[in-house]
């Protein structure tokens, strides 16, 4: 199992970043996937959910309305469209499929290197 995220950077607050993250080695269009992000010294905390098909989503308050999930089961690759960024925002970004939508991730011990979005001025 791998999880390869790519896409962070530096953007100014109301910038706009997408995310990408490249799955393999189980049926990924089977499962739903989770985008998850940790700041130093904080948890790692569940940003954004997709279900296997892509009809269902569920988002964290503090990106409602902000962030997009989405994903091409073709390509076994799943996205993040985050718009109107915030300094909050900041934090590495992880991904991993969900046991359930928006639930425990599926693979707790084989993390990617996550990608790092900074939001600052």
């Known amino acids: 199992v791998q999880f390869v995220e790519s896409g962070g950077g530096l953007v100014q607050p109301g910038g706009s970043l997408r995310l990408s993250c490249a799955a393999s080695?189980?049926?990924?269009?089977?499962?739903?996937m989770n985008w998850y992000r940790q700041a130093p010294g904080t948890e790692r905390n569940l940003v954004a959910s997709?279900?296997?098909?892509?009809?269902?989503?569920y988002y964290a308050d503090s990106v409602k309305g902000r962030f997009t999930i989405s994903r091409d089961n073709s390509k076994n690759t799943f996205y993040l469209s985050m718009n109107t960024l915030k300094p909050e925002d900041t934090a590495q970004y992880y991904c991993?499929?969900?046991?359930?939508?928006?639930?425990?991730?599926?693979?707790?011990?084989?993390w990617g290197q996550g990608t790092q979005v900074t939001v600052s001025s």
């Open positions: 991993n499929a969900a046991i359930g939508m928006a639930g425990r991730p599926w693979f707790k011990n084989s």
């Open positions: 997709i279900s296997s098909t892509g009809d269902v989503t």
């Open positions: 080695g189980f049926a990924f269009s089977s499962l739903p």
